[in-house]
């Protein structure tokens, strides 16, 4: 695993199928949807691409859309312009951001 920055907090998600009679679970499901992930705090601007957005996944964004409220971000203080996103480690978009 590599080593994070101090001020970033480095998270491995993971998410399994869901029990159905089409889709029964299988071991290794969790293997397989293993993202690994980064929370960063961002300054946004009027051009940023934010990830997880439309307009970012369309470029091949793959940071979760959940998590990440579809480009809105999660609150980190009281300054608007300060948003914190889970970046996935395999976005080419926002993986050096």
Known sequence: MATSRPDELRVVLHYSARLTKDLPYVEDTFDRHRVSVRFKILR????????????????????PVAENR???????????????????DDCAIHRNT
């Open 70 to 88: 579809a480009g809105a971000g999660l609150a980190v203080s009281d300054d608007r312009k300060l948003k914190g996103f889970w970046i996935a």
């Open 44 to 63: 946004l601007d009027a051009e940023a691409l934010l990830p997880a957005s439309h307009d970012a996944q369309r470029r091949g964004c793959i940071c």
